[in-house]
């Protein structure tokens, strides 16, 4: 099971920055950004051989499961 940060939003992010740097943009002045979006993976296959079992809650909420 993982909660984190999506890479796609955080590349997004990073592309922004370099985006502005490319244009000339004080370092100083730029903000501190933190990705706002965040995704719930699941590994069906990895949870089994450990002999763990998700409510079907959370299997409903995840993002991704992985079988």
């Given at each position: ?63 991704e499961v992985i079988e």
């Open positions: 099971m993982s909660y984190g940060t999506d890479v796609n939003d955080a590349q997004r992010l990073t592309g922004v920055y370099v985006g502005r740097i490319l244009q000339g943009a004080n370092l100083a002045d730029l903000p501190v950004q933190q990705a706002v979006r965040v995704e719930l993976v699941l590994n069906m296959k990895t949870a089994k051989t450990l002999g763990i079992t998700f409510p079907l809650s959370l299997l409903g909420r995840a993002d």
